[in-house]
């Protein structure tokens, strides 16, 4: 019978560990690789520094060009748009109709034309001309805020006619504070809408109907 060293016993402990550290290394399973991270949702990129986008009291222009960004909101209604667009204080219009007469909308609160808020428009020899009018009935007359003591709260306004078509662009307050106005409020708004085929004010309507538009 042989006899071992101690040294020999050590020498053999140790190989024996090593084996079997190398057994259980090659029969483990690896472990994979964590997978990496989803993509977060695409986010609208902010402005460039020094390069802001424009609000809309700063993309507006009732130059009678409808831009490409300058309204947020649109509503077609055969051939009659309305584009529009508001910001805390203020709403700015564009009404587009296949017309070389005038067009018009209103704000209004019960059935047919009874005090409804009227905007009318029309563009003749390269003059444009509005009207900021408020019914007394369901089928008018329709006067002008300051033939009835009110006041006349278009802010600003342009239109052009070309092509057949007809374009005018206003800006009001939200609520003008006169009587003869009717006041706009965030979420939705019913409207009239119409156009005639005349430039003149005394001209009834070729179409119109009834929509709304929804502010923010």
């Known amino acids: 019978m042989k006899v071992f060293s101690k040294e020999h016993k050590t020498t053999l402990f140790v190989c024996l560990a090593l084996l079997g550290v190398i057994t259980l290394i090659s029969c483990a399973k690896p472990t994979p690789a964590p997978a990496p991270p989803l993509p977060s949702p695409g986010l609208p990129k ?7 986008q424009p609000t809309p009291a700063e993309a ?4 009678g060009v409808i831009g490409s960004h300058e309204y947020l ?6 051939d009659y748009e309305l584009f529009w667009v508001n910001d805390a204080q203020y709403i700015y219009v564009a ?3 296949k017309t070389s007469g005038w067009v018009a909308m209103a704000v209004q609160p019960g059935t ?3 005090q409804a808020d009227m905007v009318f428009g029309y563009v003749k020899d390269g003059t444009v001309t509005i009207f900021d009018l408020f019914s007394l009935g369901d089928t008018g007359p329709h006067p002008s805020d300051t033939d009835q003591g009110g006041k006349n709260d278009i802010l600003a306004f342009g239109g052009s006619e070309q092509d057949g078509y007809t374009i005018i662009e206003f800006k ?7 009587k003869y106005d009717n ?5 939705k708004n019913q409207i009239i809408w119409a156009h005639g085929s005349i430039d003149d004010l ?3 309507h070729s179409a119109r109907g009834y929509g709304e538009i929804i502010l923010y």
């Open 46 to 52: 902010a402005p460039a520094p020094g390069n802001p």
């Open 60 to 63: 507006w222009s009732p130059d």
């Open 73 to 78: 909101s649109e509503a077609s209604y055969g």
């Open 95 to 97: 009404m587009k109709a």
């Open 112 to 114: 047919k034309m009874n």
């Open 172 to 178: 009001r307050a939200l609520d003008t504070g006169d």
């Open 183 to 187: 006041k706009l409020a965030i979420g």
């Open 202 to 204: 005394r001209m009834k």
